[in-house]
């Protein structure tokens, strides 16, 4: 069964601070990885989708990149604002139908 | 392009009773997911549901049960509600199965008493 797992579950950092979230996962027979933004009490909204014969992805100031022989993902934001502040979340889809979810990295910019 | 919608956005039950959740799906998606997010938690995969059919299940009871209808809308219905069935629940749509970006609804948050 796949397993993700994001460090820290934490962070706060100052505003215009470049940051780095972490998700890894036990599984590397992986479809895809999504990284999703979560507000307080709210749905999902999908930042970055990597398929797995890619290595990154880019929008904006989000930055992922993915390491699929070592089960790692990173999602680089620069130069912070308040307005990032949120629950973020990686997801990894196997070659079957599902996704699996890291319990979230939430992320205070302090302003 | 209509978004994800979920009806409805908050729920109060008791436990034993039966509880059904709506989701409409994006426009031109014909694929449904359905999700259970306990409190400082990831996302559960309930199942899945293509074309109206069951495409895969998560680890839970058949209590846990769903529809999709020819419109692509979805119901989950939960019979004999425990209190850990206290949740967030989202519903995810995406133009067919092989999990391309998902689109998530809102949420129905349900709390059972």
């Known amino acids: 069964k796949q397993e993700v797992t994001q460090i820290p579950a934490a962070l706060s950092v100052p505003e215009g601070e470049n940051l780095v979230l972490n998700c890894s996962f036990t599984?590397?027979?992986?479809?895809?990885l999504q990284w999703f933004r979560q507000d307080p009490g709210k749905g999902l909204t999908s930042l970055l989708l990597?398929?797995?014969?890619?290595r990154e992805q880019t929008s904006g100031r989000l930055n992922a990149s993915l390491d699929k022989s070592s089960g790692r993902s990173t999602l680089y934001i620069a130069a912070s604002q308040p307005g990032d502040s949120a629950t973020y979340l990686c997801?990894?889809?196997?070659?079957?139908?599902?996704?699996?979810f890291g319990t979230g990295t939430s992320l205070t910019v302090i302003p | 392009e209509t978004g994800v919608t979920q009806s409805p956005t908050h729920l109060i039950k008791t436990r034993g009773q039966q509880v059904t959740l709506r989701c409409s799906s994006q426009?031109?998606?014909?694929?449904v997911s359905w999700y259970q997010q306990a409190l400082g938690q990831g996302p559960q995969f309930i199942f899945q549901?293509?074309?109206?059919?069951?495409?895969g299940r998560g680890n839970f009871p058949p209590r846990f049960s769903g529809l999709q209808f020819p419109n692509y809308s979805s119901e989950l219905n939960v019979n004999a509600l425990e209190l850990d069935d206290s949740a967030l629940y989202l519903c995810?749509?995406?133009?067919?199965?092989?999990?391309?970006?998902?689109?998530f609804g809102p949420g129905t948050r349900l709390l059972v008493l």
């Open positions: 599984d590397s027979a992986i479809y895809n």
């Open positions: 990597i398929q797995s014969s890619q």
């Open positions: 549901y293509y074309r109206e059919e069951e495409n």
């Open positions: 997801a990894v889809a196997n070659t079957g139908n599902q996704f699996y």
């Open positions: 426009s031109g998606h014909n694929t």
């Open positions: 995810a749509s995406s133009w067919e199965v092989r999990q391309e970006t998902q689109y």
